[in-house]
């Protein structure tokens, strides 16, 4: 996890899910993300945070549909 927050290379499906999760808080500034630091520290009204989201969701995307 660590590497993709690094490297800033957050897939940008999961990126822009997140993004559309967010709601109300402005995380692009001139057509770019404003940071992904800040956007996965950013926290939901839940508590969880940005990663915490993008996590749960890729696992439960992941483990869901037809076994």
Known sequence: IHHLINSQSIPACLASDLVADIGGVETR???????????????????????????????????????
Do not use: C, M, N, W
Request: hydrophobic share 30%.
């Open 29 to 67: 500034k001139h057509g770019r993300f404003a940071g992904y630091a800040d956007i996965v520290q950013a926290k939901f009204f839940d508590g969880q945070t940005f990663l915490e989201r993008g996590l749960q969701s890729q696992a439960s995307s992941s483990s869901s549909g037809p076994s």
